[in-house]
């Protein structure tokens, strides 16, 4: 069955310091997207990043990037430069191979960031 | 551009009782999805809707329920509230009825319910 794996409950990172996220997922179809959104504490999903299953480069958003690694089935999330105002909850997402035309994503658990200063 | 706006905020409702949380999706948008995220987990599909009509259904019991209206607001409801109910509930818009690079989901703040 189609599965988004976070394996990373929480994690610290010092402010200006890089930090990676882990996301491992099992699908089996050929043409998939992966998705990775920020929570604040406000609840708010804010969409970061966009991986395609036939990018031929891992994607980047500012200080977001990818670690994307299709045979290993993982698209890590990297962010440089810590800031406190990145301290919140991450999702991985993926869109249900069985969705056919429409929106169901399915979401890791998430791991809970804490940016220190 | 405002975004994606739900109501309540917060409620707070007895078992047995019904609920009704509102959605307005960001301007153009025609897709509008609700998930429901329990406390600890990551959010769960419960429906989709796309030009007004009923694209996705996730696994729910026939107590919840949504619509969406002719200016692609939506409305998700809820019958004999159980305390398992208790949880944030997003909803998502999107132009187009898949999620892309060029489509992501947008979610709003979502609305906090808690039953008793």
């Known amino acids: 069955a189609q599965k988004i794996t976070q394996t990373q409950p929480g994690m610290f990172v010092q402010e200006k310091e890089a930090v990676t996220l882990d996301c491992t997922y099992d699908?089996?179809?050929?043409?998939?997207?992966l998705f990775w959104y920020k929570q604040p504490s406000s609840g708010e999903m804010i969409f970061l990043i966009y991986?395609?299953?036939?990018?031929?480069q891992n994607a980047t958003e500012g200080r977001y990037s990818l670690n994307f690694q299709k045979a290993r089935k993982s698209a890590n999330l990297v962010i440089s430069a810590s800031q406190l105002g990145d301290s919140a909850m991450y999702f991985c997402a993926m869109r249900d191979e069985f969705s056919g035309g429409y929106n169901k994503l399915i979401f890791g658990a998430g791991t809970r960031l804490a940016v220190h200063p | 551009d405002a975004g994606v706006t739900q109501s309540p905020t917060h409620l707070i409702k007895t078992r047995g009782q019904h609920v009704t949380l509102r959605c307005s999706p960001i301007?153009?948008?025609?897709?509008v999805s609700w998930y429901q995220q329990v406390l600890g987990q990551g959010p769960q599909f419960i429906f989709q809707?796309?030009?007004?009509?009923?694209?996705g259904r996730g696994n729910f019991p026939d107590r919840f329920s949504a619509r969406q209206f002719p200016n692609y607001s939506s409305e998700l409801n809820v019958n004999a509230l159980l305390l398992g109910d208790s949880a944030l509930y997003l909803c998502a818009s999107s132009p187009t009825p898949v999620s892309s690079y060029n489509s992501p989901l947008h979610f709003g703040n979502g609305t906090r319910l808690t039953v008793t």
């Open positions: 301007s153009g948008h025609k897709s």
């Open positions: 991986q395609g299953s036939y990018d031929q």
């Open positions: 809707y796309y030009e007004k009509e009923e694209r």
């Open positions: 699908t089996s179809d050929p043409s998939y997207g």
